[in-house]
């Protein structure tokens, strides 16, 4: 079951915050988060893992609520390189073989 | 290093002809994943390859799909009497395995328009 993440679209100036959200109707084993700009590949910005670890950028910040079946990804002091479609991708369990992938939250930075 | 390449990067074709998708994942990378892209949409997991192996096809959308990988290497993904519902953007990635511990490294993807 596809993901759904919130908001569907955000615009914000330059400097400021924003909290993307997904949201799953299953037990998640992982979340990865990715950004694709317009006309590029997906690229990966983090893993979190059921029990607490992580794995990613140093200057992404992301949470994972297992028993909300939740994540989020923070972007805080926002820059024009974070403008982009950020996508979460959920992992069901260990033995699944498939990242499950939401329709994105395009984020837009303003100077 | 290379990372993952794709070609071609956009393919036009005729209602009712066979495309033939090409991937070449990071060397190394044991698992290999297609997914499609709508415009504007999300991605849309296809099939999967560990090894040479395809264990879970149950993404592809109809008997005209089908993908196979040779040498733990190059995959190619088939889309035969193409329609034009199947235009979309076709993305590769690879990962070092398959696992919700590893992170998949896309490839340019394959613009296809079907006329």
């Known amino acids: 079951q596809q993901p759904v993440q919130s908001p569907q679209a955000v615009i914000l100036r330059e400097g400021e915050d924003a909290v993307i959200n997904c949201s799953s109707s299953k037990a998640l084993y992982s979340v990865h988060w990715y950004r694709q700009k317009h006309g590029e590949a997906p690229v990966f910005l983090m893993i979190?893992?059921?029990?607490?670890e992580q794995k990613g950028h140093e200057k992404i910040s992301a949470s994972f609520n297992e028993k909300k079946q939740q994540s989020s990804l923070y972007l805080t002091a926002s820059q024009l390189s974070y403008s982009g479609t950020y996508f979460c991708?959920?992992?069901?369990?260990?033995?699944?073989?498939?990242?499950?992938f939401g329709q994105g939250t395009r984020l837009t930075i303003n100077p | 290093g290379a990372g993952v390449s794709q070609s071609p990067s956009n393919k036009v074709t005729e209602k009712g002809k066979d495309v033939e998708l090409r991937c070449d994942p990071i060397?190394?990378?044991?698992?290999l994943y297609w997914y499609r892209q709508r415009l504007g949409q999300g991605l849309e997991f296809l099939i999967y390859f560990q090894g040479n192996s395809a264990p879970d096809k149950s993404g592809l959308p109809s008997d005209r799909f089908s993908a196979e990988r040779t040498g733990e290497s190059v995959s190619t993904l088939t889309i035969q009497r193409t329609q034009q519902e199947d235009s979309a953007v076709y993305l590769c990635?690879?990962?070092?395995?398959?696992?919700?511990?590893?992170?998949?490294?896309f490839g340019p993807g394959t613009r296809l328009t079907v006329l």
């Open positions: 990635a690879s990962s070092l395995a398959q696992g919700p511990y590893n992170e998949q490294f």
């Open positions: 991708g959920t992992w069901e369990d260990q033995g699944a073989q498939k990242l499950v």
């Open positions: 060397s190394g990378h044991t698992a």
């Open positions: 979190l893992l059921k029990g607490g």
